[in-house]
């Protein structure tokens, strides 16, 4: 793992981490033990509380049948659904339940004898029962991991905060004398159950929600976790086939490596005399300009060139299919198809209303960590932008992930499509140009009574770069662009007016 870095009181130390993995056990999911820390800790209690449909069970489930998986013996309480209902969920993920023991004690199941006459409250002798009813499955197998699902029913029958608590504090005595691993598993509440959350060792929280438009959206969060370092913060997730798919909270100071300094020329002399050389791998750079002025054109000849280079690239278009991309890009003469099919170019199609900002940037991690791509192309920033609940999550995720590309020596390119064609009603929907190292702007321009597009570079922290502007065209000859232009005016103020003669222009 990288380097152990101080992040303050506020964050955790990776070689605290590394220290503490070997002490733990495994979830059975390989990025909840990360988001842990390395796993759970031996012989302690863990609720696990969150929304109807958060996904609870599902990591029950993974957890119980990892300890299957390493021959251990795993018990799973049925209190609230029965038997049938947990089988029905291992169904759906494909999940074989051969080896796991389950212990249908749900209302209603023979394992509990509701025909007892008693002169005690009927409450008092179900509760009984149901402790009795635990305990001897447990005496019965015998196992390192347990999980009780869950743990409303207990509430119920206790019917006093008081009781409840007793009840939660003498399984959890009884179990800790088992050396055994135990996960309560209960609804989430709108106000916290503290008397629950102060009992249990940890604390994992999922929640679950619908936006206006768009597929439910889950996230984790571990609440609590005594004497252990945990990735802390709320980490997004899918139910899938096979289980949760959690996508970790992308923290930038983790990831660290040293790379080869270098410039990514464009191919097109003029461009790169525009940007002194080239644009530095490690840097971003954020294209800006109104609807058809060339954003998407430059980004593909920039993956292009970076792979004639002898690199890979990632492309995320957010507006537009693949195959546009490519039939656009061709028409260019920029051969992406070829570069996708040779292994080179990731070039994938983003619907913002089903993929999460975390899961996006979990998979431009796998473009980057296992593909090697050194230039990523985010296509564009609106589209993003419609991923994200509010602008300030926009730009905090976005400022993370752009330091973690720049770590990691990847040079990045995001396009953003300004409101409005010309004049000075011409805006950016989203104010993150501080973020980027360097800023180009596309306009258009009127002349000879043609519509005509100019390119100019405002900002470049890495290096110099010309402040002239120059002429932009594309055509099936590719992409061109002039010298530079003098006669310019009002191109800052959105309304470029050109007083030259026609010669320098294209």
């Not at 799973?76 to 212990?103: F, N, Q, R, T």
């Amino acid at each position: 793992m990288d380097r152990a870095i101080d992040q303050g009181s506020n964050e955790f130390h990776l070689s605290e981490i590394e220290a503490q993995a070997p002490a733990l056990i495994s979830s059975g999911d390989d990025r909840l033990d990360y988001v842990l820390g390395g796993g759970f800790a031996k012989n302690c209690t863990i609720l696990i509380e969150g929304d109807p449909g958060a996904g609870k069970t599902t990591l029950a489930l993974t957890f119980a049948l990892e300890g299957v998986r390493k021959g251990g013996s795993c018990l799973y309480i049925c209190l609230s659904e029965s038997e049938e209902d947990l089988k029905a969920v291992a169904d759906s993920h494909g999940l074989s339940l051969e080896g796991l023991h389950i212990a249908d004690l749900s209302p209603g199941s023979e394992a509990l004898n509701e025909n007892t006459t008693t002169m005690f409250h009927p409450s008092d002798v179900e509760l009984s029962e149901l402790t009795t009813a635990i305990t001897n499955a447990f005496e019965q197998h015998s196992p390192t991991r347990v999980v009780i699902d869950s743990l409303g029913e207990l509430r119920h029958l206790s019917q006093s905060e008081l009781r409840y608590r007793r009840q939660l504090i003498a399984l959890k005595s009884y179990f800790r004398s088992k050396e055994c691993t135990v996960l309560f598993i209960d609804d989430r509440k709108e106000i916290a159950d503290l008397q629950l959350q102060s009992v249990a060792r940890g604390t994992i929280e999922l929640q679950k929600s619908t936006p206006n438009y768009g597929r439910i959206r889950r996230r984790l969060q571990v609440s609590k976790m005594r004497g252990q370092r945990v990735r802390t913060g709320f980490h997004e997730f899918t139910i899938e086939r096979g289980g949760l798919q959690i996508y970790p909270r992308l923290v930038a100071a983790e990831h660290q490596r040293t790379f080869e300094p270098g410039m990514l020329t464009s191919g097109i002399a003029e461009l790169d005399s525009l940007l002194s050389g080239g644009l530095r791998y490690g840097t971003s750079t954020l294209i800006t300009g109104a609807a058809g002025t060339g954003k998407s054109s430059l980004t593909a000849q920039y993956a292009h060139a970076a792979i004639q280079q002898g690199g890979a690239a990632a492309i995320y278009a957010f507006d537009e299919t693949a195959g546009n991309y490519i039939t656009r890009s061709e028409g260019l003469g920029i051969p992406i198809g070829a570069d996708r099919e040779s292994g080179k170019l990731v070039l994938k199609q983003v619907d913002s209303a089903e993929l999460s900002p975390a899961e996006f940037a979990w998979h431009a991690r796998r473009a980057v960590e296992e593909l090697n791509c050194r230039v990523v192309v985010i296509d564009s920033l609106n589209g993003y932008l419609h991923a994200m609940p509010d602008e300030h999550y926009l730009r905090g995720q976005l400022h993370e992930l752009l330091s973690y590309f720049s770590q990691l020596g990847v040079c990045t390119l995001i396009t953003l499509s300004q409101h409005g064609l010309i004049g000075t009603d011409v805006e950016s929907p989203v104010e993150t140009s501080y973020l980027a190292d360097a800023n180009i702007l596309l306009r258009y321009f009127e002349h000879s009574g043609r519509v005509r597009k100019a390119i100019s570079v405002v900002k470049k922290r890495a290096g110099g770069h010309e402040a002239s502007i120059r002429e932009l065209a594309l055509s099936s000859n590719g992409i061109r662009i002039s010298e530079p232009l003098d006669d310019f005016q009002g191109v800052l103020a959105g309304v470029p007016e050109y007083l030259g003669t026609h010669d320098p222009l294209i």
